[in-house]
């Protein structure tokens, strides 16, 4: 009866391993039988915080999981992580793979996407090495490094700069045209009464400019006014004169032809004389 019971007891025991060993495979692995592509990735940063079995999304949905982490032995600045992705997930040449941090874990877990908003050449995967590489892209936490160095090297530079500026021969510059400066004003202050005095001579000279055009504007009026009196008084009757002397010439010449068309003989013998009672023919 006890070796029923110890037998009991065994069996279940063995049952409850087994159920809990399936449990945990299923949980790791599931129960489809899943196959992937082979790829790597070739990050030229730190991956602390990435393990093997680390997930792999392709954004935000999970496709597959690191198989492998190793230094690059021709450069051990490089880190080689081989990707196992599920078959019949698409990459492109223009597919790009990123670290990023699970929270506040510090665990690290591989992104892909896709650089651009259309998709390039397929990149088709192979049966052996060497494995299509994807390309990589730095992490955010690694950006935010190397902008932090270069701020950090950019104030370095001003503050040599400013060191400069304020050395002790720029200080004695600085004081020496603080000095000049002060020594211009007094200097202006002093002349400044002979500027007064010049200016009250502008004045003067400029009032007296004002007088003179008036004068001058007077004096241009009357010789016009003068100008138009002679015109009217002498040159005017002489030229109506004149004009009416060659009118009456004119007169006088145009009789003179018509007497030569009438008697060409006149311009020899002169004009006959009328006798009374004679009639003109």
Same mark, same amino acid.
């Given at each position: 009866?006890k070796?029923n019971?110890?037998?009991?007891v065994?069996?279940?025991?063995?049952l409850?391993?087994a159920?809990?060993?399936f449990?945990?495979?299923?949980l790791?692995f599931?129960?489809?039988?899943?196959?992937y592509n082979i790829?790597?990735?070739?990050?030229?940063?730190?991956?602390n915080?990435l393990?093997v079995?680390?997930?792999?999304?392709?954004?935000?949905?999970?496709?597959?999981? !690191?198989?492998?982490?190793e230094i690059?032995r021709?450069?051990?600045?490089?880190v080689i !992580?081989?990707?196992q992705?599920?078959?019949?997930i698409?990459?492109f040449?223009?597919?790009?793979?990123s670290?990023?941090?699970?929270g506040i874990?510090?665990?690290v877990?591989i992104?892909l996407?896709?650089?651009?908003?259309?998709p390039?050449t397929?990149m088709?995967p192979?049966d052996?090495?060497?494995y299509p590489?994807?390309?990589?892209?730095?992490?955010f936490?690694?950006?935010? !490094?190397?902008q932090?160095?270069?701020?950090?090297t950019?104030?370095?530079?001003?503050?040599?700069?400013?060191?400069?500026?304020v050395?002790d021969?720029?200080?004695k510059?600085f004081?020496?045209?603080?000095a000049n400066?002060?020594?211009i004003?007094a200097n202006f202050?002093?002349?400044?009464?002979?500027?007064?005095?010049?200016?009250?001579?502008?004045?003067?000279?400029?009032?007296?400019?004002?007088g003179?055009?008036?004068?001058?504007?007077?004096?241009?009026?009357t010789?016009?006014?003068q100008?138009?009196?002679? !015109?009217?008084?002498?040159?005017?009757?002489q030229?109506h004169?004149?004009?009416?002397?060659?009118?009456?010439?004119?007169?006088?010449?145009?009789?003179?032809?018509?007497t030569?068309?009438?008697?060409?003989?006149a311009?020899?013998r002169?004009?006959?004389?009328h006798?009374p009672g004679?009639?003109?023919?």
């Amino acid at each position: 009866m006890k070796n029923n019971r110890y037998f009991i007891v065994g069996l279940f025991i063995i049952l409850i391993t087994a159920a809990m060993i399936f449990i945990g495979f299923w949980l790791a692995f599931g129960l489809k039988n899943t196959k992937y592509n082979i790829y790597t990735a070739h990050f030229h940063e730190s991956v602390n915080g990435l393990n093997v079995n680390a997930p792999i999304n392709y954004n935000g949905v999970g496709i597959g999981k !690191v198989q492998s982490i190793e230094i690059d032995r021709k450069n051990p600045s490089t880190v080689i !992580v081989t990707m196992q992705i599920q078959q019949g997930i698409p990459i492109f040449t223009n597919t790009y793979a990123s670290l990023v941090p699970q929270g506040i874990t510090g665990q690290v877990y591989i992104s892909l996407s896709l650089k651009g908003k259309k998709p390039t050449t397929l990149m088709p995967p192979k049966d052996k090495p060497p494995y299509p590489e994807i390309q990589t892209k730095a992490s955010f936490l690694t950006n935010i !490094v190397d902008q932090m160095s270069l701020v950090a090297t950019q104030i370095t530079k001003i503050a040599t700069r400013i060191n400069q500026v304020v050395s002790d021969d720029n200080v004695k510059n600085f004081n020496e045209i603080i000095a000049n400066l002060q020594s211009i004003s007094a200097n202006f202050a002093k002349s400044s009464k002979k500027l007064d005095s010049i200016m009250d001579s502008i004045n003067k000279a400029s009032q007296s400019i004002a007088g003179t055009s008036k004068q001058v504007n007077m004096i241009s009026q009357t010789l016009q006014n003068q100008t138009l009196q002679a !015109v009217n008084n002498v040159l005017l009757p002489q030229m109506h004169q004149t004009l009416s002397d060659v009118d009456q010439g004119m007169i006088e010449f145009t009789k003179l032809l018509q007497t030569l068309n009438q008697n060409p003989s006149a311009l020899i013998r002169g004009k006959a004389q009328h006798k009374p009672g004679a009639v003109n023919e």
